[in-house]
């Protein structure tokens, strides 16, 4: 029985860290669109 909550909590944090890395893709993702928006509209403005 203990050796199964082991697994089950194992198996969760696997879960978590890969839930964990795909939203930093994300947002990682996010600020550099954001950046390169920025910079494009500053290009046409000067």
């Known amino acids: 029985m203990?050796?199964?909550y082991?697994?089950?909590i194992?198996?969760?944090a696997e879960d978590?860290?890969?839930h964990d890395?795909?939203?930093l893709?994300?947002?990682i993702g996010l600020?550099?669109?954001a950046i390169v928006?920025?910079?494009f509209v500053i290009r046409l403005n000067a």
């Open 2 to 4: 203990q050796a199964e």
């Open 6 to 8: 082991k697994t089950d």
């Open 10 to 12: 194992a198996r969760l």
């Open 16 to 18: 978590i860290a890969k």
């Open 21 to 23: 890395k795909d939203n």
């Open 25 to 27: 893709r994300w947002l």
């Open 31 to 33: 600020w550099i669109a």
């Open 37 to 39: 928006v920025l910079g």
